[in-house]
Nanobody, 121 residues
């Protein structure tokens, strides 16, 4: 079994910062892309940022220059550093990863349970 567990969410004032972490564990052979999504109340889930094994990244326009995605391949962990937070960044943030696990030996899509980020004064 493979699990993704997020941490680091919370309440922060506008302009503040938070760092989210997501650790993958279990019967993992390899991890390809790791991503962060978010879902605000009443809205569809949207992609925030992604990072491949080699370190190349991509970001949604609404977070460019404010958020940074990174990963530690040795720890099977992805991070999202969020700076200059705005009230509209309030959402549940989800970790997502494409993982080859065993004994299935096929690439599958896994999700974490989500962590709440609230930006409010």
């Amino acid at each position: 079994q493979v699990q993704l567990v997020e941490s680091g969410g919370g309440l922060v004032q506008p302009g503040g910062s938070l760092r989210l972490s997501c650790a993958a564990s279990g019967s993992i052979f390899s991890i390809n892309v790791m991503r962060w999504y978010r879902q605000a109340p009443g809205k569809q889930r949207e992609l925030v940022a992604g990072i491949i094994t080699g370190g190349s990244t991509n970001y949604a326009d609404f977070v460019k220059g404010r958020f940074t995605i990174s990963r530690d391949n040795a720890k099977n962990t992805v991070y999202l550093q969020m700076n200059s937070l705005k009230p509209e960044d309030t959402a549940v943030y989800y970790c997502n990863a494409d993982i080859v696990g065993f004994p299935q030996w096929r690439l599958s899509d896994y999700w974490g349970q989500g962590t709440q980020v609230t930006v409010s004064s």
